[in-house]
């Protein structure tokens, strides 16, 4: 991608964050249109966080499990690229499962611990929790449960608050 394409692209997914995150903006079916659009322009270009943003929407807004699995794919493309938002929700995918991706607690753990330890806060509750009652076919261990809580705790202390929020 051209220094030139790749600004565009910044640019383009800058406005499509705005208009995703305006609450002076009505959310009428055009402008949401335009959004998606915008996002999935930039998720096609390979922007990280655009994968991340309108695959999450579209795996968790689709009607059709081919949008379903788009999704669950633009979202693992943004993971390996190491957005841990991403990374976050491609644990949420294997540990819930749909059509293209089964159910797979070990991956939902792998992708969970490279997003907790990237940072994100949810992440580590989730393996903190995990830990705790023996879920996602993890023993029960205390200290495991305590270390992700501390690192959850340091995270959400440190993080901007928008990262503590679902998009």
């Known amino acids: ?15 499509a964050e705005q208009l995703f995150r305006a609450r002076w903006l009505p959310r009428s079916p055009r402008t949401q249109r335009l959004t998606m659009r915008l996002f999935q322009r930039c998720a096609d270009a390979g922007h990280t966080s655009a994968l991340a943003v309108y695959g999450n ?5 689709a009607i059709s499990p081919q949008d379903k699995a788009r999704g669950a794919s633009y979202v693992l493309k943004a993971a390996h690229s190491g957005d841990a938002y991403a990374q976050y929700q491609a644990a949420r995918i294997y540990e819930h499962g749909c059509a293209q991706y089964p159910r797979r607690e070990d991956h939902a753990v792998t992708w969970f611990a490279r997003s907790g330890e990237a940072g994100y806060a949810q992440a580590a509750l989730r393996l903190a929790q995990a830990y705790r009652w023996g879920e996602l076919g993890l ?24 990262q503590l929020v679902h998009h």
């Open 1 to 15: 991608m051209s220094q030139a394409s790749s600004l565009f692209t910044r640019l383009e997914y800058r406005l």
């Open 57 to 61: 929407v579209l795996f968790q807004r």
């Open 139 to 162: 023993p029960v261990d205390a200290q495991r449960a305590d270390y992700w809580q501390r690192l959850a705790d340091h995270a959400g202390a440190f993080a901007e608050p928008q």
